[in-house]
């Protein structure tokens, strides 16, 4: 409930800087007031997520866009200070949709706040391009709602803390990047990914500064702490930001992608249509050469002892956050995770690398993401890659065996090797050309002991149809269920050669499947085959097999407490414990 102690608020808090800056006041041992327009739920679940003790939150619903900003009357009146994060963020929206919050909606929380009887200060957030306003009205035509109505909204609020007499600080931050950024410099590093930059925007020269999150809202929370930056505007950026082409050598060589080596002028981008150039026009103001004064912002920070990480470290801790939700298609991702090399190839690899208890590979048109729920349900740490050239990995040039020779290198214990489909292969030789390095092989839903897949799809037929699929088409052909999370399937299979090397993959594993029913008789390990009920096996076996009722192609998907309890019961009789 509100009370008379409560003192700080923070307008849009449920946004991403917003619910941050929450988090490091709560921290500091502030009172907050977290103003949101709805109920304040996505906020209080993402503070639990990180472990922040709510007890001195309070959730007020607000609207910035009706007079009075809809707060209670009462229990407000012992804030000291007012943090304005909220932001009509978005670019093709209408200049009244951008004002209404970014103009009007920023002044009437300075009218608000100068009621208050104890108020300190007012902390507004700009942006780093209010450098380039030249003091005339904004020109709404060519920068577009969004930057246009920062920059008017600017003017304003300083303009009526003015005339009300409101200690006010501002801050410019460039793009703010941390997990759940994924707006106006991420849809470059997006396109990079996928493989659809064809070419940088801008050319040469041009300056998208970066900020870290962390030290963003901890520079936000120093503000009022510090009487000398009331009254004063400071640019918070790294002044270190590679420029955008060293920028986008450094996350497409972390990522295992193509840096385009060309480059287009922003006044060419300006004519050429938009279905070629794929850029929304507004964000074509943001690609300058300017540099900002960050003198103020890093003195005010010297003072307060805060310290920016690395820049380079920072922007591939981001990209590893972006490709883990592809991009805020998918959900968050099993920590630890990241882009590791592995025999020459940018691999994505979540979970435990030295010491896990089970290796979990994909099969194929999956990724790590397939294992989570199974993960879940086990109890001794996991390993589970994206394979090369599927799910996020990067191609190599590396055959699959001499990748997961490489991958297990490091690993120190004996763990249980657990492979579905496509993956079964690789798997099964490495069980039988080094047997010491694994307790137990699973193989789930073996391919080569399956009925072989349909001629077309292993025919160049398939790659167009694979890249169009939608995920509800690809999840039936899978056997799975529609629902959450099923997008990924489609977004990593419209990647770069993604589709192409699905339909290789297929034609390889199939002129495969008498040399590996050969190699599964002959292996002197543990081995253990589960399949679903509906996707029987075809072939028969001289090993146990465990049918999973109900389920098809991926049980580990569709009924993952019980592939684990197998998975454990693997673990058991290995004696590994």
Not at 40 to 53: N, S, Y
Not at 157 to 181: C, F, K
Not at 395 to 403: P, S, V
Not at 480 to 509: S, Y
């Amino acid at each position: 409930m509100l009370s008379d102690s409560t003192d700080s608020i923070v307008f849009g808090a449920g946004g991403f800087i917003g619910r941050s800056l929450v988090a490091e006041l709560l921290r500091r041992g502030h009172r907050v007031a977290a103003a949101v327009r709805g109920s304040g739920a996505g906020l209080t679940a993402w503070l639990d997520g990180q472990g922040v003790d709510r007890s001195a939150l309070t959730v007020v619903r607000a609207d910035l866009t009706v007079p009075g900003l809809g707060l209670p009357a009462d229990g407000l009146s012992g804030v000291r200070d007012v943090y304005n994060t909220a932001a009509r963020f978005a670019f093709g929206v209408t200049a009244a949709e951008a004002r209404a919050v970014n103009v009007t909606g920023a002044v009437r929380v300075v009218g608000w706040a100068a009621g208050l009887p104890k108020l300190r200060r007012v902390v507004h957030i700009s942006g780093y391009r209010m450098a380039a306003a030249d003091g005339r009205p904004p020109d709404y035509r060519r920068l577009g709602a969004y930057e246009a109505s920062k920059q008017e909204g600017d003017a304003a609020v300083r303009a009526r803390a003015g005339e009300l007499g409101v200690a006010l600080s501002i801050a410019n931050p460039s793009t703010v990047i941390g997990p759940g950024q994924c707006l106006g410099l991420a849809e470059v590093v997006c396109a990079l990914w996928q493989g659809r930059l064809r070419a940088l925007p801008g050319g040469p020269g041009v300056f998208l500064p970066v900020v870290t999150l962390d030290h963003f809202v901890r520079f936000l929370a120093a503000l009022p702490q510090d009487p000398e930056s009331a009254g004063r505007a400071y640019w918070v950026l790294d002044d270190s930001t590679p420029e955008l082409p060293a920028l986008a050598g450094l996350l497409a060589e972390h990522m295992g992608v193509r840096s385009p080596g060309r480059s287009v002028p922003v006044g060419l981008l300006r004519r050429l249509p938009r279905a070629i150039t794929r850029a929304d026009p507004e964000t074509l103001s943001f690609l300058s050469t300017d540099r900002y004064d960050t003198t103020a912002a890093r003195a005010l920070s010297a003072a307060h002892g805060l310290a920016m990480p690395p820049v380079r470290t920072a922007l591939r801790e981001w990209a590893d956050d972006l490709v883990a939700t592809r991009f805020g298609r998918s959900g968050p991702a099993r920590r630890p995770y990241g882009f590791h090399g592995v025999a020459g190839t940018r691999t994505w690899v979540t979970g435990e690398r030295r010491r896990p208890g089970y290796v979990l590979l994909h099969g194929l048109l999956l990724s790590a993401d397939a294992w989570a729920g199974t993960a879940d349900h086990l109890d001794a740490p996991v390993l589970a890659p994206d394979l090369p050239g599927f799910g996020r990995s990067g191609a190599g040039a590396a055959t699959l065996d001499d990748w997961l020779a490489d991958l297990l290198r490091p690993v120190e214990t004996r763990p249980v090797l657990v492979a579905h489909s496509l993956a079964c292969g690789p798997a099964l030789r490495y069980a039988a050309a080094r047997p010491d390095r694994v307790a137990a092989l699973v193989l789930v839903a073996p391919a080569f002991l399956q009925r072989p897949s349909a001629a077309v799809l292993r025919s160049p037929l398939a790659v167009p149809l694979l890249r169009t699929a939608p995920a509800s088409r690809l999840a039936r052909s899978l056997g799975l269920p529609e629902g959450p999370g099923l997008d990924a399937l489609a977004v990593d299979l419209r990647r770069a050669g993604a589709a192409r090397r699905a339909v290789a993959a297929l034609r390889d594993g199939h002129r495969q499947r008498a040399e590996l029913g050969r190699v599964l008789r002959g292996l002197r390990l543990p081995v253990d085959i589960v399949a679903g009920s509906a996707d029987p096996l075809t072939e028969p076996v001289d090993r146990p097999v465990t049918v999973i009722e109900g389920a098809g192609h991926c049980p580990q998907l569709t009924r993952p407490a019980a592939v684990a309890r197998l998975l454990a019961s693997c673990r058991d009789r290995a004696g590994t414990r």
